[in-house]
């Protein structure tokens, strides 16, 4: 018994579920039908990068822990989507005195002229506390963070101690 592309769209539709076609002409559905693992990628073909984990606790300061994700994402930007970089930062402060904070530094990649970006998540809510902030950034070159200790100032935030940059490709 052969089974046609109609009916077999038709069968997803009836389940709720969506039939698309793949350039192969191969069918994908989802709803009640089981989904095949993905293929491999083929040379030439762009795969999707998902979020990596990162921690600074190494970085000898024992007064604040800073961990979270960064990606790749893309903005849209006078109607062109652009590559941009994403970092998804927690930060915990472990003592009472100083705020703690992450700081990340955006370095540009080849071919853009845009001026290393200095950006800060400090966490004022006290001992014990967790702060999380989400940044992104038109610098999609290597990044530098650290974890750090301060107080906010009219100009923003005032670092006073570090501990030792870690690099981040």
């Known amino acids: 018994m052969a089974i046609t592309s109609g009916a077999l769209v038709a069968g997803l539709m009836a ?3 969506s039939a698309l076609a793949d350039d192969g002409g191969v069918l994908k559905g989802s709803g009640n039908v089981p989904a095949a ?5 083929v040379k030439g073909q762009v795969q999707a990068q998902g979020k990596t984990a990162f921690t600074l606790k190494y970085s000898g300061l024992g007064a604040t822990t800073a961990w979270g994700y960064y990606w790749y994402s893309k903005s849209k930007y006078h109607g062109r989507y652009y590559k941009t970089r994403v970092v998804d930062g927690y930060v915990r402060d472990n003592k009472a005195g100083l705020y703690s904070c992450m700081e ?3 370095y540009a990649a080849r071919g853009q002229n845009f001026k290393t ?3 800060v998540i400090y966490n004022n809510r006290g001992k014990g506390r967790t702060v999380h902030l989400a940044i992104s950034s038109w ?4 990044m530098a963070m650290r974890e ?3 107080y906010p100032t009219s100009r923003g935030f005032h670092v006073s101690h570090a501990g030792s940059w870690r ?3």
Request: with cysteine; glycine share 16%; net charge neutral.
């Open 15 to 17: 389940t709720g579920g």
């Open 37 to 41: 693992p993905a293929p491999a990628a």
């Open 104 to 106: 990340i530094k955006f």
């Open 117 to 119: 970006e200095d950006r």
């Open 139 to 142: 610098n999609v070159g290597k």
């Open 148 to 150: 750090c200790e301060g």
């Open 167 to 169: 690099v981040f490709y």
